[in-house]
């Protein structure tokens, strides 16, 4: 299968906004959950946001909770992470994730299918 390709990372000033965009396979988003995750060096990878593909019911990790919205385009077989109110504590490389496994949505070891990441930088 052919793995999430992820785009919209860059650098914003504390305050601002970015909208990350998923694109899968129909295989891998069609009626599937499907997740943002981030990474900052020296972290453990943490979930983000999840969402399920064909109802659009959406999961947030506590520290992006009434910042950020994951929401997807059917017709595009596209996911979105739009970020609010960033802050430098949210730079990190964002990874979309695909191919649930049953488990906890916002657990690395859910998703078998990565993208290579886009990069969020937020300075002060």
């Known amino acids: 299968q052919v793995q999430p390709v992820e785009s919209g990372g860059g650098s914003v000033q504390a305050g601002g906004s970015l909208r990350l965009s998923c694109t899968a396979s129909l295989y891998d988003y069609k009626n599937k959950y499907m997740a943002w995750f981030r990474q900052a060096p020296g972290k453990e990878r943490e979930g983000v946001a999840a969402i399920y593909t064909g109802a659009g019911d959406t999961f947030y990790g506590d520290s992006v909770k009434g910042r950020f919205t994951i929401a997807r385009d059917n017709a595009k077989n596209t996911v979105y992470l739009q970020m609010n109110r960033l802050n430098p504590d949210d730079s990190a490389m964002y990874y979309c994730?695909?191919?649930?496994?049953?488990?906890?949505?916002?657990?690395?070891?859910?998703?078998?299918?990565w993208g290579l990441g886009t990069q969020v930088t937020v300075s002060s």
């Open positions: 994730a695909a191919d649930h496994n049953g488990g906890h949505l916002l657990r690395r070891d859910s998703y078998s299918r």
